[in-house]
Protein backbone atom coordinates (compact mmCIF):
# COMPACT_ATOMS: atom_id res chain seq x y z
CA UNK A 1 0.00 0.00 0.00
CA UNK A 2 1.34 3.31 -0.94
CA UNK A 3 0.99 6.14 1.82
CA UNK A 4 2.40 8.88 -0.34
CA UNK A 5 0.05 11.97 0.14
CA UNK A 6 -2.00 12.89 -2.77
CA UNK A 7 -1.91 16.51 -4.63
CA UNK A 8 -3.94 17.85 -2.61
CA UNK A 9 -2.27 16.92 0.58
CA UNK A 10 1.00 17.48 -0.80
CA UNK A 11 0.16 21.48 -1.44
CA UNK A 12 -1.54 22.07 1.89
CA UNK A 13 1.86 20.93 3.17
CA UNK A 14 3.86 23.23 0.68
CA UNK A 15 1.46 26.02 1.89
CA UNK A 16 1.82 25.48 5.05
CA UNK A 17 5.88 25.27 4.57
CA UNK A 18 5.48 28.31 2.78
CA UNK A 19 3.27 30.26 5.60
CA UNK A 20 5.87 28.82 8.16
CA UNK A 21 8.66 30.68 6.30
CA UNK A 22 7.00 33.78 5.41
CA UNK A 23 8.84 36.18 7.12
CA UNK A 24 12.59 34.71 5.07
CA UNK A 25 10.69 34.29 2.40
CA UNK A 26 9.80 37.73 1.97
CA UNK A 27 12.96 39.14 2.79
CA UNK A 28 14.70 40.58 -0.61
CA UNK A 29 17.65 38.21 0.21
CA UNK A 30 15.26 35.45 -1.10
CA UNK A 31 15.02 35.61 -4.80
CA UNK A 32 12.86 34.49 -7.41
CA UNK A 33 14.92 31.55 -8.95
CA UNK A 34 14.45 30.40 -5.33
CA UNK A 35 10.50 30.52 -5.41
CA UNK A 36 10.90 28.86 -8.51
CA UNK A 37 12.68 26.01 -7.57
CA UNK A 38 11.00 25.56 -3.76
CA UNK A 39 7.42 26.33 -4.59
CA UNK A 40 6.65 27.21 -7.66
CA UNK A 41 8.08 24.32 -9.71
CA UNK A 42 6.00 21.81 -7.36
CA UNK A 43 2.60 23.80 -7.36
CA UNK A 44 2.47 23.46 -11.11
CA UNK A 45 3.75 19.65 -10.70
CA UNK A 46 1.06 18.73 -8.16
CA UNK A 47 -1.95 20.20 -10.89
CA UNK A 48 -0.15 17.81 -13.30
CA UNK A 49 2.26 19.50 -15.78
CA UNK A 50 5.37 17.81 -16.28
CA UNK A 51 7.96 20.45 -14.98
CA UNK A 52 11.09 18.86 -15.75
CA UNK A 53 10.34 16.48 -18.80
CA UNK A 54 10.35 13.07 -16.80
CA UNK A 55 8.43 12.01 -19.71
CA UNK A 56 11.60 12.61 -21.49
CA UNK A 57 9.94 14.19 -24.74
CA UNK A 58 12.08 16.17 -27.59
CA UNK A 59 12.28 19.71 -27.45
CA UNK A 60 9.10 20.26 -29.74
CA UNK A 61 6.41 18.41 -27.15
CA UNK A 62 7.99 19.20 -24.13
CA UNK A 63 4.88 20.39 -21.56
CA UNK A 64 6.67 23.24 -20.21
CA UNK A 65 9.69 25.54 -21.30
CA UNK A 66 11.79 27.41 -18.88
CA UNK A 67 12.75 31.16 -20.15
CA UNK A 68 10.79 30.17 -23.64
CA UNK A 69 12.19 32.92 -26.05
CA UNK A 70 9.23 35.02 -27.86
CA UNK A 71 9.84 38.71 -29.69
CA UNK A 72 8.26 41.71 -27.50
CA UNK A 73 8.70 45.14 -29.64
CA UNK A 74 11.87 44.03 -31.32
CA UNK A 75 13.34 42.75 -28.49
CA UNK A 76 13.91 38.86 -28.00
CA UNK A 77 12.72 38.55 -24.30
CA UNK A 78 12.02 35.47 -22.15
CA UNK A 79 8.87 34.52 -19.87
CA UNK A 80 9.92 32.20 -17.03
CA UNK A 81 7.45 28.90 -18.18
CA UNK A 82 5.69 28.72 -21.37
CA UNK A 83 3.38 25.35 -20.85
CA UNK A 84 2.20 23.60 -23.64
CA UNK A 85 0.42 20.92 -24.96
CA UNK A 86 1.50 18.72 -28.03
CA UNK A 87 3.81 21.34 -28.64
CA UNK A 88 1.62 23.94 -29.09
CA UNK A 89 1.68 27.17 -26.36
CA UNK A 90 -1.11 27.26 -24.43
CA UNK A 91 -0.59 30.30 -21.76
CA UNK A 92 2.80 31.89 -20.12
CA UNK A 93 3.63 32.00 -16.35
CA UNK A 94 5.95 35.01 -15.14
CA UNK A 95 7.10 33.97 -11.55
CA UNK A 96 8.04 36.60 -9.10
CA UNK A 97 9.69 36.39 -5.29
CA UNK A 98 7.58 36.36 -2.94
CA UNK A 99 8.47 40.23 -1.57
CA UNK A 100 6.78 41.63 -4.95
CA UNK A 101 3.46 42.24 -4.13
CA UNK A 102 1.39 41.18 -7.58
CA UNK A 103 -2.39 41.84 -6.40
CA UNK A 104 -1.08 46.08 -6.40
CA UNK A 105 2.20 46.47 -8.38
CA UNK A 106 2.01 47.44 -11.92
CA UNK A 107 4.56 46.63 -13.59
CA UNK A 108 4.72 42.38 -13.65
CA UNK A 109 1.38 42.34 -14.77
CA UNK A 110 2.68 44.72 -17.75
CA UNK A 111 5.48 42.87 -18.04
CA UNK A 112 3.09 39.24 -18.00
CA UNK A 113 0.34 40.75 -20.59
CA UNK A 114 3.09 41.78 -23.17
CA UNK A 115 4.84 38.80 -23.38
CA UNK A 116 0.85 37.17 -23.89
CA UNK A 117 0.32 39.74 -25.88
CA UNK A 118 2.96 39.41 -28.29
CA UNK A 119 2.38 35.64 -28.83
CA UNK A 120 -1.09 35.95 -29.04
CA UNK A 121 -1.58 34.22 -25.93
CA UNK A 122 -5.37 34.42 -24.73
CA UNK A 123 -4.70 33.93 -21.18
CA UNK A 124 -1.39 34.09 -19.00
CA UNK A 125 -0.63 33.38 -14.96
CA UNK A 126 1.54 35.85 -13.02
CA UNK A 127 2.21 34.07 -9.43
CA UNK A 128 4.78 34.28 -6.50
CA UNK A 129 3.03 31.09 -4.89
CA UNK A 130 2.06 33.46 -2.13
CA UNK A 131 -0.40 34.81 -4.88
CA UNK A 132 -1.84 33.79 -8.36
CA UNK A 133 -3.24 36.10 -10.84
CA UNK A 134 -4.82 34.90 -14.23
CA UNK A 135 -4.77 37.37 -17.05
CA UNK A 136 -6.73 38.01 -19.78
CA UNK A 137 -4.70 38.94 -22.43
CA UNK A 138 -6.34 40.24 -25.02
CA UNK A 139 -6.25 43.42 -23.61
CA UNK A 140 -3.18 45.57 -24.79
CA UNK A 141 -1.18 46.01 -22.11
CA UNK A 142 -0.37 49.61 -21.42
CA UNK A 143 2.81 50.75 -19.41
CA UNK A 144 0.24 52.96 -17.71
CA UNK A 145 -2.20 50.33 -16.78
CA UNK A 146 -2.70 49.32 -12.99
CA UNK A 147 -1.97 45.38 -11.70
CA UNK A 148 -6.20 44.47 -12.29
CA UNK A 149 -6.11 45.54 -15.51
CA UNK A 150 -7.42 42.45 -17.31
CA UNK A 151 -7.11 40.17 -13.94
CA UNK A 152 -10.17 37.54 -14.41
CA UNK A 153 -8.36 35.58 -11.17
CA UNK A 154 -6.67 35.82 -8.19
CA UNK A 155 -5.94 33.74 -5.64
CA UNK A 156 -3.53 34.05 -2.18
CA UNK A 157 -2.18 31.04 -1.56
CA UNK A 158 -4.11 29.96 1.57
CA UNK A 159 -7.21 29.37 -1.17
CA UNK A 160 -5.30 26.84 -3.17
CA UNK A 161 -6.51 23.87 -1.53
CA UNK A 162 -9.92 24.99 -1.40
CA UNK A 163 -9.82 26.21 -5.04
CA UNK A 164 -7.88 22.97 -5.15
CA UNK A 165 -10.83 21.24 -8.20
CA UNK A 166 -11.19 24.56 -10.37
CA UNK A 167 -7.15 25.07 -10.58
CA UNK A 168 -6.27 21.41 -11.05
Known amino acids: MNDAPGPREALEALIEHFEQNLYTLKSTQYNETQARREFIDPFFTLLGWDMDNRQGYAEAYKDVIHEDAIKVGGYTKAPDYCFRIGGTRKFFVEAKKPSVNLKDDPEPAYQLRRYA ?8 ILTDFEEFAVYDCRIKPSPTDKASVGRVRYLHCRDYAKEWESLA
Open 117 to 124: WSAKLPLS
